[in-house]
């Protein structure tokens, strides 16, 4: 077969490629060794302006730079020697009487720099032809112009350590039996990536690059964080000049679900990119406030242990826009409390109180009033050696900050706060010293808000690409924060159903007022994760209407309740199919944080095939796994137990459908 003939000259080609990157690899390290050595043998010597000092670390940082290029593509080709190319196309331009061919991988691949690739990367303009088109009239868009013509045929392959699993022309397009089978395999601890089989639906958002902020509504499974990952990918490949792995943020809900997807894109032969949750960004710029803060997961806990529903009603409150507004209102007026202005006499210069009244409320207005003093300070230092053609030393500046600072009635945010509870009429923060203060999880967004409008917020303008996963689980306050702190492109995927509330918070109503104009929403409806059974039956659960689904079927969800907890680990037990021959992985979701610890500890007593995960944990590993429901998100297992409880409420039932939606193959749901 002709493609089995090109499978061999292609491992021959990348395989002598890669012994001859390994040679340039082992010159460059060479070169840059000698490099240091002449440096530090010459630096002393070297002229006193620092040119040829700068030149020298130039040329050796560019050195360096190329040297990591070479590894990084070398790693890529080495990855390509176990499967290059998963993908063919023939497409006969419209005016020619032969199809050309393209193969396509994970990266291009050419004998040499500027030669007609013999792989093309799946990121490719060709490439789209793949993903987007059946056999027949196609095109897709070259740099140069829109390319028309009709594809004659279309292969797919499956390659492992160089050898041809399948290959197979399909005239269909990617065929659902391949999906299928992609799908029907066992779950791992990591994300996979979906290059062979990305869909026409997702392949549109993966290289959609018009659209500044782009807003992903999908069901349960329908793939959004493998499309947002991909996306990420496509945009380094084509914007290698401005966009640097290292400058995109990915917004996750914890470390577990960080290193669920952090695969992905080195598995892709891009570097990884930096991850993080927002109540950990938020802590560290809280530091100076306050040393601690309770983190969303107090929240729910304190929920499903039955919060007072006007407690419920003010943490809401403090989180909508009415709060914003009334403590825009509050900020107003602030400026009155917050300083007692006079003037100020430094060494000949003086500024009046009435100069200092028109420097504060005036001149300097634009700056937040926090960070105003100091302003006004440096303008007065700048004044000062301008008219004495003198400069001050940094003692005698400290000294008149302090004398400027000295003006404010108080600059604690805390304290501030405070004032902002008392003036709502709300339950004030304790009254207490540094050490011994504590936020609630309500108050921790509107005490970061505040302190950004009393002392500016830092921008974060080396992030040029922000992807925010789980968008329902973050508020309008929570939205606003990220404005002031980003105004760089962004991805924003999640599920409306996923919420963890009895209400389902819709965030695509309010985002355009909070992120403006450039804004595009795109849903996505058919789900690949769960089996037909069990998606079906999370649906009853999130009371959503028919989803549409890879008709993938399985096992009918077994529903049992049992009389004691231990009842139900011992049947647990009895189920899990984890091993050597059976699953990778499998989860028993609980509702609180408490019953997973009993039911790890009753496992444990039986056998130590255990592991647990609760908000200090980094990673899951490979068979049984037991955690709660809010850590599961985003996450997938081949068998999931949910261990519910006999009476439902809006939010246990939430819980349950966000348990449900995690099962691959089998879901069980016992309750006690
Ligand atoms: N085109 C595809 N080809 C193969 N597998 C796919 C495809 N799209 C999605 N999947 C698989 O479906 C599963 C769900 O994908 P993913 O976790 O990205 O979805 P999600 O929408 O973010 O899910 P959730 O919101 O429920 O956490 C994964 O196993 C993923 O590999």
Redesign the pocket.
């Given at each position: 077969m002709e493609s089995m003939n090109f499978l061999d000259e292609i491992i021959e080609k990348l395989t002598k490629k890669i012994a001859q990157m390994d040679e340039e690899i082992t010159a460059g390290q060479k070169d840059i060794e000698s490099m240091h050595e002449y440096y530090w043998e010459n630096y002393t010597e070297m002229d006193q302006y620092g040119y040829e000092d700068y030149d020298n670390q130039q040329a050796l940082l560019q050195r360096v730079n190329a040297n990591q290029d070479s590894l990084r593509l070398k790693a890529r080709y080495e990855k390509m020697l176990d499967s290059p190319f998963f993908g063919r196309v023939d497409f006969c331009y419209d005016g020619d009487d032969e199809p050309e061919v393209f193969y396509i991988g994970i990266g291009n691949f050419a004998e040499e720099a500027g030669k007609v690739p013999l792989i093309y990367d799946w990121r490719a303009p060709v490439s789209g032809l793949f993903y987007d088109y059946d056999k027949g009239p196609a095109f897709y868009e070259a740099p140069a112009g829109k390319l028309e013509g009709e594809i004659t045929s279309k292969w797919q392959y499956k390659i492992r350590r160089g050898k041809l699993v399948y290959g197979f022309e399909s005239d269909v397009k990617?065929d659902d039996e391949i999906?299928k089978q992609?799908?029907g395999t066992n779950?791992d601890v990591q994300?996979?990536?979906?290059v062979?089989?990305?869909?026409k639906e997702?392949n549109a958002i993966i290289r959609n690059t018009n659209d500044k902020i782009l807003v992903?509504q999908?069901?349960?499974?329908?793939?959004?964080?493998?499309?947002?990952?991909h996306r990420i990918a496509y945009l380094l490949y084509h914007d290698r000049k401005h966009l640097k792995s290292s400058s995109i943020l990915v917004l996750s809900p914890n470390s577990v679900f960080s290193d669920y997807i952090s695969h992905i894109l080195p598995e892709l032969g891009e570097e990884n990119i930096r991850e993080m949750s927002l109540d950990l960004f938020a802590y560290r710029e809280l530091k100076k406030i306050v040393p601690d803060c309770e983190d969303r997961y107090h929240q729910i806990e304190h929920r499903l242990a039955g919060m007072d529903e006007a407690d419920w009603k003010r943490c809401q409150w403090k989180q909508s826009r009415d709060c914003i507004g009334a403590m825009e209102g509050f900020l107003a007026q602030l400026e009155e409390w917050l300083v007692n202005l006079k003037g100020v006499h430094f060494r000949g210069l003086e500024k009046t109180e009435e100069e200092m009244i028109r420097l504060f409320y005036f001149k300097f207005q634009e700056v937040p009033v926090l960070a105003r003093m100091g302003a006004i300070m440096e303008y007065f230092v700048d004044e000062y050696e301008t008219r004495y053609s003198t400069e001050l030393s940094e003692e005698e500046v400290e000294k008149l900050r302090t004398k400027f600072n000295a003006m404010y009635t108080t600059v604690d945010v805390y304290k501030i706060y405070n004032w902002f509870l008392e003036e709502q009429g709300l339950p004030l923060l304790p009254d207490v010293p540094y050490d011994r203060r504590y936020l609630s999880y309500e108050d921790v967004y509107p005490v970061l808000y505040l302190k950004y409008r009393l002392e500016g917020a830092g921008r974060q303008d080396q992030i040029r690409h922000l992807v925010v996963?789980?968008m329902q689980d973050y508020s309008y306050l929570q939205y606003t924060i990220l404005s002031l702190l980003f105004s760089c492109p962004m991805t924003i995927?999640?599920?409306r159903a996923?919420t963890m509330e009895e209400e389902q918070n819709d965030v695509t109503q309010f985002l355009p007022q909070i992120l403006g104009k450039h804004f595009r929403k795109i849903e996505?409806n058919k789900?690949?994760?769960n089996t037909v059974e069990i998606a079906r039956y999370a649906e009853t659960l999130g009371g959503i209407k028919e989803t549409d689904l890879l008709d993938r079927h399985g096992k009918a969800v077994e529903e049992a309740e049992f009389s004691s907890g231990e009842e139900r680990t011992s049947q647990i037990l009895k189920q899990v199919k984890t091993g050597p021959d059976g699953y990778e992985t499998a989860a028993v979701l609980t509702m609180t944080e408490q019953e997973a610890k009993e039911i790890y500890e009753n496992i444990r007593e039986k056998t130590d095939q255990v592991h647990y995960i609760d908000r200090d944990s980094s990673r899951f590993g490979r068979g049984l796994t037991v955690t709660t429901f809010y850590m599961a998100?985003?996450?997938?297992f081949d068998q999931v137990f949910t261990a519910a409880c006999k009476e439902q409420t809006g939010l246990t039932r939430q819980a349950e459908y966000?348990c449900a939606?995690?099962a691959?193959h089998e879901l069980y749901v016992y309750r006690v």
């Open positions: 990617i999906l992609e799908l779950s994300l996979k990536n979906i062979r089989t990305i869909q997702q992903i999908g069901a349960a499974g329908s793939g959004k964080t493998s499309v947002a990952l996963d789980e995927l999640g599920d996923q996505m789900s690949y994760r998100k985003g996450l997938e966000i939606t995690r691959l």
